[in-house]
């Protein structure tokens, strides 16, 4: 199991977890949807934590507690009320992301001949239009973080202003978490920032890592927050015994 190196002996797939967990911060009574284990295991933890107002799904018609024992019943229509009206907060992958915001998960190259077909648009148009996503990037690379994206699946910031108060009413990015650190879009034109980086990143390696230049603070960028022991407990023993996280995320 690949460590960072501090004391507690954290993982960067627990620093993953945590900074994946902090993107519902805030949110209060809102269906978290994750997709992917990290974001699965960061959406349980919220809960467990300092988050207890977030509903979480089966992924079909069941509200379940963390330990994904039923709570309650979520009806389709009910599902699609909270999905157009902003009460959802959902963490999707990303083929590709620019510094917008704009996802592709469609196809890599031209879109009448593209040179890979991947997952198609599916519901990303309807998730960024209608409710906050965030992305969740495992392996950060020049290949995902690019200056332009080969087709626009989930809609960024600049496409959502240029679609006028329709598009940007429920619109919001708060976050994307990568094997490297933590972004927002909190600039004046809306172009991706670096928050944090993992204990064992430097900006430099982010930079070279990243197909634009990403806005950097004049402060500097801090490390992601530390996980508490209580954290640390919950996900190597109730949320994730077998470790699978480390799968996902490696290490340095």
Do not use: K
Not at 45 to 58: G, K, N, Q, V, W
Not at 89 to 95: K, L, N, P
Request: hydrophobic share 35%; proline share 8%.
């Amino acid at each position: 199991m690949s460590r960072t190196g501090d004391a507690a002996g954290v993982t960067r797939a627990e620093y993953c977890v945590i900074a994946c967990a902090e993107a519902w911060r805030g949110d209060g009574e809102v269906l978290a949807s994750p997709m992917g284990l990290i974001p699965s295991l960061g959406a349980r933890l919220a809960r467990r934590t300092f988050a207890p107002d977030l509903l979480l799904t089966d992924g079909e018609a069941l509200l379940v507690g963390p330990d994904g024992a039923a709570e309650g019943w979520l009806p389709y229509r009910r599902h699609l009320t909270m999905v157009t009206g902003g009460r959802r907060h959902v963490m999707m992958g990303a083929s590709q992301l620019d510094r917008y915001g704009n996802q592709n998960i469609s196809c890599i190259g031209d879109w009448e001949r593209p040179d890979r077909q991947l997952l198609g648009v599916r519901g990303a148009p309807v998730n960024t239009l209608n409710n906050p996503v965030s992305y969740w990037v495992p392996r950060h690379t020049r290949r995902v973080f690019v200056e332009r994206v080969d087709m626009v699946c989930g809609v960024g910031y600049d496409r959502a202003a240029a679609a006028g108060p329709s598009a940007t009413r429920y619109h919001r990015i708060p976050r994307v978490v990568s094997d490297l650190g933590v972004f927002d879009f909190e600039t004046p034109d809306r172009s991706m920032r670096l928050v944090s980086v993992h204990p064992g990143v430097t900006v430099e390696r982010v930079r070279e890592a990243t197909g634009f230049p990403p806005a950097v603070p004049a402060g500097g960028v801090p490390e992601t927050r530390e996980p508490t022991a209580g954290e640390l407990r919950l996900i190597r023993e109730e949320l994730d015994p077998a470790g699978r996280r480390e799968r996902e995320v490696p290490g340095v």
